[in-house]
């Protein structure tokens, strides 16, 4: 087929408000991809989006894998959720195995960890049985930005075909869906400035935000900590409202409301002199962070969790400091100090789109080959 592309991307997160910068993560894939010829399904996107409802996400979604593996077709998937695994697995089901592409999908936690089930612990068996099934069943080759978490993957389903690809690059201008420009205002004259950003939730450590807080109000007389404050959990609600109790009136702690712009992020972490992500390590296991990278790139120190992915990738960054812990206003105080020690000689913000490129498409070759 003349016109066919070579691989089709499915989007059914952007445009439905659900965080994450997922339209961001597809403006990046777009400007990678630009010299190849590729087809987008984003039904939730633009001036004739789909109405966003559950009825429509199945539906749209159905269809919109059944397009991308048919006659052999290979569907690339960056953000994937519990309603793309239904609809890949009914679009496989409904297309004849000689005609039978496969899909290149985004999984950013390993087995065992309980994320893909929406809290309910039946539904998370059931959900990760499904993707090693199709995994098995070649239907779904699985990729990460976490080579630890595509190992777990690989040895769980005794299968070799899958693919490590990088974090996306800082959001861009380009990536906001309605672009109206940074309308985020910060407080002038802080010294140091320190945020926490990313939705608030569990295994984030959004139990920690008050520590982390209380360390900067205690440590820094001139500090100033933003977060973003959006709880998207019982365990992150519960602390978002400690932090109103406890902290509500200091004017050094700044509150952002909802979700943020890709303009609001990327000045957030602009004006950061350091960054903090007191995750929790056993409920966020071997995921990668994108923050993380996002930070770095805008030149800030990062203060962490030694989850497994930053031991990986930033064990022996001098950017990034690990906490020992997160739990201890006197630990993370100490953390705090270092960081913003290392932060005068900070190495400037940089752009990452160039590697971003040419290691997706080196992924996407390799998956078109094999």
Known sequence: MADRPEFTIVDLRSGRGLGGHCFDYLVALKAAFADREIAIIAPFVGPDAAPNNRLTVYVRGFFAYRRAIADRGIGL??????????????????????RRGFCMMMLYRDPSISSFGAGSERLNRATIWLISKMIRGGVLRPMSDSPLVLEHWLEA??????YVV????????EGDEQEVGSTLVLPAGASPLFVIPGRMRAEKGAASYAVV???VLEGFPAGVIVLQAAADDEVSAEALATLRKKFGDNPRLVLLEGHLSADDYRTLLAAADVAVLPYDTAAYGAGSSGVVGDALASGAIVVASPIEWIRLEHGDDPRVVLLDDPG???SVGAALKDAT???????PASDSSAEFAARWNEAVSRAIGD
């Open 77 to 98: 998937v960056h953000n994937s959720s519990l309603n793309d695994y239904i609809c890949l697995a009914l679009a496989a089901l409904l297309t004849r195995p000689s």
């Open 157 to 162: 389903t005794a299968t070799s075909a899958g």
């Open 166 to 173: 990088p974090t996306p690059p800082l959001p861009t201008a």
């Open 213 to 215: 807080v209380e360390a």
């Open 328 to 330: 201890s206003v006197e």
């Open 341 to 347: 020690t290392r932060s005068e000689n900070a190495a």
